[in-house]
T-cell receptor
C-alpha cells in the first residue's frame, strides 16, 4: 500500500522568502503525485501534478515541484512567498491499482510573517 | 462550468441522529470519491463510486456508514446514529468517466459537528 509523509507539520517563513515543503512517498511503482492547497474552511485546490516525463513540474500561483525517484520525494517550492500563500498544503499519491483513491500526507501548515 | 457541489456546508447533529451529506459532481463526471478529514489530520479515503455502483469501500467504517450514487441525483454519504467521533470535514471529489491518472476535483466540504 502507498503512503505519504510530510515531515513538517508547521512552517513559518517571512514574506518574500523562498519556500520548500517536503513530501516523501512510499509506492512500489511510478506514482502519480499531487500537491493541493487548502485555505481555512475551504476545499482543496490542485496546485500541480506529476504523472510522467519532466521531473520538474510547474503549477499555479508560482509553485513548482520536483520528482526525485531516488529519494522518493516530491518537494514543493516557491521562490518568493506572498502573505496570501498562508494555508495548509497536502501532498498526495495516486495509483491506478488502488482503485483510483488518493492517499494524502498529514499536511503542512504554512504561516507567513510580514 | 460549476465545480463539485456539496451541501450542506455545515451540519450539526446530536448523538444518535442521522447525517446525510450530498455531493453533486462536476458536469460530465461519473466517478465520485468521499474523503474524511479529522481535525488536524490529512484526508483519508472512504469510498469510491460510479453511477449505481460502489467500486471501492475499503476506507468506510464497517458500521453506520453507507454511500450511494444513484442514476439520477447527487451522491449521498449517510451516517446513522452519529457519535462525537464522527465530527469531521467530509470532502467529495469527482473525476471524468475516463479519468486521466486519477485527477480528482474537490468540493468545498461538509463540516459535521456532533454535539
Amino acid at each position: 500500500a502507498q503512503s505519504v509523509t510530510q515531515p513538517d507539520i508547521h512552517i513559518t517563513v517571512s514574506e518574500g522568502a523562498s519556500l520548500e515543503l517536503r513530501c516523501n512517498y512510499s509506492y512500489g511503482a511510478t506514482p502519480y503525485l499531487f500537491w493541493y492547497v487548502q485555505s481555512p474552511g475551504q476545499g482543496l485546490q490542485l496546485l500541480l501534478k506529476y504523472f510522467s516525463g519532466d521531473t520538474l513540474v510547474q503549477g499555479i500561483k508560482g509553485f513548482e515541484a520536483e520528482f526525485k525517484r531516488s529519494q522518493s520525494s516530491f518537494n514543493l517550492r516557491k521562490p518568493s512567498v506572498h502573505w496570501s500563500d498562508a494555508a495548509e498544503y497536502f501532498c498526495a499519491v495516486g495509483a491506478n491499482n488502488a482503485g483510483n483513491m488518493l492517499t494524502f500526507g498529514g499536511g503542512t501548515r504554512l504561516m507567513v510573517k510580514p | 462550468n460549476a465545480g463539485v457541489m456539496q451541501n450542506p456546508r455545515h451540519l450539526v447533529r446530536r448523538r444518535g441522529q442521522e447525517a446525510r451529506l450530498r455531493c453533486s459532481p462536476m458536469k460530465g463526471h461519473s466517478h465520485v470519491y468521499w474523503y474524511r478529514q479529522l481535525p488536524e489530520e490529512g484526508l483519508k479515503f472512504m469510498v469510491y463510486l460510479q453511477k449505481e455502483n460502489i467500486i471501492d469501500e475499503s476506507g468506510m467504517p464497517k458500521e453506520r456508514f453507507s454511500a450511494e450514487f444513484p442514476k439520477e441525483g447527487p451522491s449521498i454519504l449517510r451516517i446513522q446514529q452519529v457519535v462525537r467521533g464522527d465530527s469531521a470535514a467530509y470532502f467529495c471529489a469527482s473525476s471524468p468517466a475516463r479519468a486521466l491518472y486519477n485527477e480528482q476535483f474537490f468540493g468545498p466540504g461538509t463540516r459535521l459537528t456532533v454535539l
